[in-house]
Nanobody, 115 residues
């Protein structure tokens, strides 16, 4: 089993920034992928950003140029730097950890962007 602990959500004004962190523990494997998904009110969960243990990244079109995903493999931690936040970014953000054919999810952290 893998446990994920997220932090960094909160309330911010439009145009502001937040940084989310997600630390994995438990049955960690060196080859893995981590990512952030979000679920806005009334919408389905969607991919925000994804990063492999080798550092390859993928972003949703809606966040390209504003969000940056990174990771510290020594700390088993992924980060999501979110800049130029918009009200439409308001959602619960979930950390994802994928390895050996299994996917694990964090409990979610609320991000609210006021206009």
């Amino acid at each position: 089993q893998v446990q994920l602990v997220e932090s960094g959500g909160g309330l911010v004004q439009a145009g502001g920034s937040l940084r989310l962190s997600c630390t994995a523990s438990g049955s960690i494997f060196s080859i893995n992928a981590m990512g952030w998904y979000r679920r806005a009110p009334g919408k389905q969960r969607e991919l925000v950003a994804h990063i492999t243990s080798g550092g390859s990244t993928t972003y949703a079109d809606s966040v390209k140029g504003r969000f940056t995903i990174s990771r510290d493999n020594a700390k088993n931690t992924a980060y999501l730097q979110m800049n130029s936040l918009r009200p439409e970014d308001t959602a619960v953000f979930y950390c994802m950890y994928q390895t050996r054919g299994r996917v694990y999810w964090g409990q979610g952290t609320q991000v609210t962007v006021s206009s």
